[in-house]
């Protein structure tokens, strides 16, 4: 039997494609302690894998006395001067894996809770064209663990979100896939993904291709039919 492609595979980008979270952790100490505050990196993993605005409310907590859109704003500014002066820090096995995916003729979308400008600076750094497309945090109206990122791009791809693969490596992230109906990959970085619902963890994409995709959408499609097949 023929194991078909997924249609498409959506990739979460700050922690899975690319390695920067220790970019906005390096913004958040300097911006809280310039309001006579103090951040932990166990504070800063409780950002991992949220939406900006909901980060920026957490960083109010903590003393920053700035509007929720200007934290925004800062951090991303200096999340997008490091990645200009220091390149993009692909997870290993990433960029290798996503060209493969294009050479492969599958679908890409990139689905992050990034602003639209950070996304498409780390999207300019890859080259070859990468994406077909690009869903950011200030395209949606309900950030990731919502599933509305990954239904938008689904809908915007024109692909059913079960005919998909989503990489993540956050547990929102997992949770927003696992809800818009995708087979969901987690690969942990920063924190913990057991226990947030991924249909399968890798503990890296280094050696991955293509017919790996394939085989685990396959393997988890069979999976629910024989669940179904007993109900």
Same mark, same amino acid.
């Given at each position: 039997?023929?194991?078909?492609?997924?249609?498409?595979?959506?990739?979460?980008?700050?922690?899975?494609?690319?390695?920067?979270?220790?970019?906005?952790?390096?913004?958040?100490?300097?911006?809280?302690?310039?309001?006579?505050?103090?951040?932990?990196?166990?504070?800063?993993?409780?950002? *991992?894998?949220?939406?900006?605005?909901? %980060? #920026?409310?957490? =960083?109010?907590? /903590? $003393?920053?006395?700035? &509007?929720?859109?200007?934290?925004?704003?800062?951090?991303?500014?200096?999340?997008?001067?490091?990645?200009?002066?220091?390149?993009?820090?692909?997870?290993?096995?990433?960029?290798?894996?996503?060209?493969?995916?294009?050479?492969?003729?599958?679908?890409?979308?990139?689905?992050?809770?990034?602003?639209?400008?950070?996304?498409?600076? *780390?999207?300019?750094?890859?080259?070859? %064209? #990468?994406?077909? =497309?690009?869903? /950011? $945090?200030?395209?949606? &109206?309900?950030?990731?663990?919502?599933?509305?990122?990954?239904?938008?791009?689904?809908?915007?791809?024109?692909?059913?979100?079960?005919?998909?693969?989503?990489?993540?490596?956050?547990?929102?992230?997992?949770?927003?896939?696992?809800?818009?109906?995708?087979?969901?990959?987690?690969?942990?970085?920063?924190?913990?993904?057991?226990?947030?619902?991924?249909?399968?963890?890798?503990?890296?994409?280094?050696?991955?291709?293509?017919?790996?995709?394939?085989?685990?959408?396959?393997?988890?499609?069979?999976?629910?039919?024989?669940?179904?097949?007993?109900?």
């Amino acid at each position: 039997m023929t194991l078909h492609l997924p249609a498409a595979v959506l990739w979460d980008m700050d922690g899975t494609l690319v390695d920067t979270e220790p970019y906005w952790m390096a913004a958040e100490i300097p911006l809280v302690e310039s309001f006579g505050g103090t951040w932990t990196h166990e504070q800063a993993l409780r950002l *991992v894998g949220l939406g900006l605005e909901d %980060a #920026a409310r957490i =960083l109010q907590a /903590a $003393g920053v006395r700035m &509007a929720v859109h200007d934290i925004v704003e800062h951090l991303t500014a200096d999340v997008m001067s490091r990645l200009r002066t220091d390149g993009v820090p692909f997870r290993p096995g990433a960029k290798e894996l996503l060209a493969d995916l294009r050479s492969a003729g599958v679908k890409t979308a990139l689905v992050t809770m990034s602003l639209r400008r950070m996304a498409q600076t *780390v999207v300019d750094l890859i080259d070859f %064209a #990468a994406f077909d =497309l690009v869903v /950011a $945090g200030d395209d949606v &109206a309900r950030p990731k663990p919502y599933p509305d990122p990954y239904l938008q791009a689904c809908v915007a791809l024109g692909v059913a979100a079960s005919d998909t693969v989503a990489i993540e490596d956050s547990p929102n992230g997992v949770r927003s896939a696992v809800a818009a109906g995708t087979v969901t990959l987690g690969v942990p970085l920063m924190v913990s993904l057991t226990g947030a619902g991924a249909h399968a963890l890798w503990p890296t994409l280094a050696g991955r291709d293509t017919n790996d995709l394939r085989m685990l959408h396959a393997a988890h499609r069979a999976e629910e039919a024989t669940h179904d097949g007993i109900r």
